[in-house]
């Protein structure tokens, strides 16, 4: 032991424009798998720790064991350790760890774990594209603090650019999948 412990990393947010792109290309027919894996990928390790943060739970920067790291109303020294290693976080490091980085969900908590659920089982294209869209219109109707969870950029600007391609969404809604 000795020497400072490594912090825990969190999964970067997924830039609006990543989203944009792929919905312009989706509408005009181009299924892009990469783009598609790749906005798919990042909200996935991003829900995973919206709710596992909501949950109170940490993955060790270690050893990869996830554990619970009880904070509310404890006092900022109590120190959890990783059942599997010599790795420990006290209440107040976890805490500030977690505080800017976006990761308390809540209100959409429901639409992040039926994403995680269905993601990874999709295998098609289409079916990929219909669990991003849900996951992104639930994102688009529960406003700033969702999109804080999972977008990059200023909430009022992403919440504009999903504005913009509901619009675009309702316009194609009677083309079929
Ligand atoms: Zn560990």
Known sequence: ?????????????????????????DALGIQDWELLDKVGARLYVR?????????????CPQCGTEFEVPWIGQPADRVASCPSCNWSISAGVYHAR??????????????????????????????????????????????NTV?????????????AILDGLAAVDASNTHVGP
């Open 147 to 159: 999109v804080r969870n999972l977008i990059e950029g200023h909430p009022r600007h992403v919440l």
């Open 47 to 59: 829900c995973l720790e919206v709710l596992a943060v909501s949950d109170s739970l940490v993955r």
């Open 1 to 25: 032991m000795g020497g400072p412990q490594p912090l825990p990393r969190f999964a970067p947010k997924v830039p609006a424009g990543w989203i944009v792109q792929l919905y312009r290309r």
């Open 98 to 143: 977690f505080e800017h980085q976006d990761l308390l969900g809540g209100n959409a908590r429901g639409a992040f774990t039926t994403f995680v659920e269905e993601y990874p089982r999709a295998r098609s294209y289409a079916e990929r594209m219909l669990i991003v869209d849900r996951l992104v219109h639930a994102v688009h109707v529960s406003g």
